[in-house]
């Protein structure tokens, strides 16, 4: 049989399997893609659904805090004349409610209910006028009153009633605002209850589409596999799922594999049969020898291609693949040197480390035995390199690489251990990889060795440079189970080393994994914050020498539905960090500003408003440009507004941001330098600062306001009334410190002394109050004034 024949007996079923393997994987990655597509769609089409039910549930809620900062609602629930109250003010109630409603035609209803579950108010827009509460809704209000939950947001439907979407708070009733869990027996519960259309109406299209219920579940669904079904969580105990029906993508499918398996048949045919008469007669016979030539060299039985002579095509053929795979054994060579070399260093770079270490950490995981990571970043060398110039700090990275190799590679030697893996990950980051058992004391010498090369500074060409070495340790397995889990870790504990002052040390631990866990959650929810639903405002009390408060400062309070509670040392750094706290701060000057009237109307019309901003803020000028078109729409003087900024700033205040500063001055805001004697302050930046108020850290009026260190406080205050600055003390609060800044000169006083944190509703009670307490006070002391004269005249008489 000649090679032709044989080749076509073999080329055609090869090629055969070839189409039919193809329109298989065709058909396949097809066949996945519309079953992606659908899915895709349908997740699309579910969540939309969620998207139009938290809108609504957002529309209740936003309806029934307004309807709660309205007058008509407490003039109704404070009104002991029932007649008057059910005629007059549930009319004007009625009033409220409808006028809150965007579509006149849109089922809503109001109902406010009594701690004995009775009904104290029910309206409904609808057109039955003797509506009630309906069985479902009492079901409702029972559950509620029986458990331990102070708000609610439930999806109701059933036979004979409305699908609607019911938001409920129990309200105290002399507060208005949420009552505590031990107060609930006594509070009012609020209900609106709104009729979801857009949602229903979107729900019933999707079952139609796909011919099937949608069904509401308490629990999230279980994982589906092959099926076209999917679910989305609408509220945190309430799921909607659909589950579509088989027959939805399997008519195109069918039709998809047979014109894929016709299509493959007769490009089978007709591609061979073209195969055949061309591969015998140009290639087969000619090409066979060369073939066993390169055969040979492919196989490692021979180094190079001889050229056999030949002329015609395949003399050139021959001469040019033997050029071709000289050229590609010499390049293969450079290539696999220069990827897996640092050119500046000359030891392996990232690449090259990452393909050795994934090696290791593999073995060491299915052996069960350790492996060190030490991660080293260079403090300071950003000074040296800005300082002396680049080609001073890449001599100091090739210095340091030679004298890494030298340190770890005595170590290895001497412990008798299998070679470590050095490394330049980036610009001033090295990591060594130890094949060594913790506890053994090979990673406190090595580490002992690398931080010695920086005793006293590096030296390079003798002279000394001010840089140290932070190392992050993290140990496979117990760390990390894989290569980029081990060197995240490993980065964790170098700046942990760093964060404990440098040129040390530090280990990966638990804890610092729970305290990485926690900032990405913080981040996470931080970027997806509604800053209207989640974060309100505090405002703590400035007073002067005679009590009267003279001004107030706005604190932020973030309470999130995943993490409760969350203090602003915690998660202000972490939003200045990522990025994220230009919108936080735009809100907060908004809100303030907007509150800022009824803080006037409490305190009087020369009430200063402080807000805190971050300083990374003042760099550029959106962030003044905020405060001007705030200003401008809330209609408040700008004298009023004092700007407050961490003393921090003045360590770096360039010229940008001097201006922009000196710009805010011009317009008329006050700045304040709070948090003043942290740390960072020096005589000089005192004297530079470019500020109207100086606010004394409360770790300073500690130290200070004592009695023997009364001239230091009063040299303090003295110099910032001589540079024409305010003096307000911080962390006042005991009547031994507000005695001792007062004696020293001190203008205002801030601190739980005088009041908390507090609420604007809370500030007014407060204010009620103190002003009664001052009133008090005053009277006293005329009375006792006027004694003390009357007890003169007498004698003189």
């Known amino acids: 049989m000649t090679l032709g024949k044989r080749a076509f007996l073999l080329i055609f079923p090869v090629v055969l399997t070839g189409y039919l393997l193809a329109a298989f994987a065709v058909y396949l990655a097809e066949s996945r893609s519309m079953q992606s597509l659908e899915q895709a769609r349908l997740s699309q089409q579910l969540d939309h659904l969620a998207a139009l039910y938290r809108n609504e549930v957002n529309q209740s809620r936003s309806f029934l805090y307004t309807i709660l900062e309205g007058n008509a609602i407490r003039r109704f629930l404070s009104e002991t004349d029932e007649s008057y109250r059910n005629n007059a003010l549930g009319l004007r109630l009625q009033q409220s409610v409808r006028s809150l409603s965007d579509d006149p035609k849109k089922f809503l209803s109001f109902s406010i209910l009594n701690p004995d579950m009775s009904p104290a108010y029910y309206f409904e827009n609808s057109d039955d006028p003797f509506a009630e509460i309906g069985s479902a809704q009492m079901a409702l209000v029972k559950r509620l009153t029986a458990g331990n939950q102070l708000r609610d947001w439930t999806f109701l439907e059933g036979p004979g009633m409305r699908p609607l979407i019911i938001y409920s708070e129990f309200i105290d009733p002399t507060t208005f605002s949420r009552p505590l869990p031990s107060a609930k027996s006594s509070a009012l519960l609020i209900q609106v209850a709104i009729e979801p259309v857009q949602f229903l109406a979107m729900k019933r299209s999707t079952e139609l589409e796909y011919g099937v219920n949608a069904e509401f579940m308490i629990s999230p669904p279980s994982a589906w596999h092959d099926k076209l079904a999917a679910g989305v969580r609408l509220a945190p105990s309430l799921f909607l799922t659909i589950d579509a029906s088989e027959t939805h993508v399997a008519t195109g499918l069918d039709k998809l594999k047979l014109l894929l398996g016709l299509g493959a048949l007769a490009m089978s045919f007709v591609s061979v049969s073209l195969m055949a008469v061309l591969i015998t007669r ?18 490692g039985q021979r180094d190079g291609i001889l ?3 030949a002329a015609g095509e395949i003399g050139r053929l021959t001469r040019n693949i033997k050029q071709m795979h000289d050229q590609s054994v010499r390049a293969l060579r ?24 994934a090696t290791i950490v593999q073995e060491t995981v299915e052996a069960d035995r350790p492996c060190s990571l030490l991660f080293i970043d260079i403090d300071n060398f950003k000074f040296v390199n800005d300082k002396y110039g ?3 700090g890449d001599e100091l990275l090739r210095n340091l690489a030679s004298r890494l190799r030298e340190t770890v590679d005595a170590v290895i030697e001497r412990r008798v251990l299998p070679p470590a893996v050095l490394a330049r990950l ?25 931080l010695s090369l920086f005793s ?13 070495a932070s190392i992050g340790i993290a140990i496979c397995p117990v760390d990390a189970a894989n290569l980029a889990e081990l060197i995240s870790n490993a980065d964790a504990a170098m700046y942990q080393a760093k964060t404990t002052g440098k040129n040390r040390a530090s280990r990966f631990s638990r804890e610092l994994q729970a305290k990485r866990d926690r900032v990405r959650l913080v981040q996470e929810e931080l970027r997806l914050v509604d800053p209207d639903e989640q974060f309100h405002l505090v405002y703590m009390p400035i007073v002067d020498d005679g009590g009267k408060v003279v001004g107030c400062e706005a604190l932020l309070r973030w309470v999130s539905p995943t993490l409760g509670n969350v203090r602003p040392d915690e998660f202000v750094p972490i939003a200045e960090s990522s990025g994220q706290f230009t919108k936080i701060d735009c809100w907060v000057i908004d809100r303030a500003m907007s509150e800022y009237h009824l803080l006037e109307q409490l305190f009087g019309r020369d009430t200063t408003l402080a807000i805190n901003i971050s300083s990374a803020e003042l760099h550029s000028k959106s962030i003044a440009n905020h405060f001007n078109d705030c200003l401008d729409r809330h209609g408040i003087a700008p004298g009023v507004i004092e700007i407050e900024l961490t003393e921090t700033y003045a360590v770096t205040l360039g010229d940008q941001l001097r201006q922009n500063i000196e710009e805010l001055r011009a317009r008329g805001f006050r700045i304040s330098i709070d948090d003043f004697g942290a740390g960072y302050t020096s005589m000089q930046q005192i004297i530079e600062y470019t500020a109207d108020t100086i606010k004394l850290d409360r770790a300073l009026v500690a130290n200070l306001a ?9 040299a303090v205050i003295a110099l910032c009334h001589a540079q024409n600055m305010q003096v307000i003390a911080e962390g006042v609060d005991t009547n031994e410190k507000m005695a001792m800044l007062s004696a020293a000169g001190c203008d205002n006083y801030q601190g739980y002394l005088i009041s908390q944190p507090l609420t604007l509703e809370d500030l007014g009670i407060w204010s009620l109050k103190r002003t009664a307490e001052l009133a008090g006070r ?5 009375l006792v004034a006027g004694r003390h004269r009357r007890s003169g005249t007498d004698g003189l008489l």
């Open 456 to 468: 006293g500074g590096f030296e390079v060409r003798g002279k000394q440079y001010p840089v140290t």
């Open 307 to 309: 050229e056999t002579g």
């Open 334 to 357: 450079l290539v696999q040197n220069a990827s897996w070399t640092d050119t500046l260093t000359g030891i392996s770079n990232r690449g090259h480390f990452n393909s050795l270490a």
């Open 282 to 299: 140009f290639i087969t016979n000619p090409i066979s020898a060369l073939d066993r030539q390169v055969t040979t060299v492919m196989n």
């Open 706 to 714: 004592r009695e023997e260190m009364l001239p230091a406080l009063k």
């Open 426 to 450: 980036s610009g001033d980051e090295f990591a060594v990889l130890l094949q060594s058992s913790p506890g053994d004391g090979t990673i406190r010498e090595t580490c002992a060795g690398i």
């Open 778 to 782: 005053t009277g006293q002391r005329q």
């Open 390 to 392: 680049h080609e001073v």
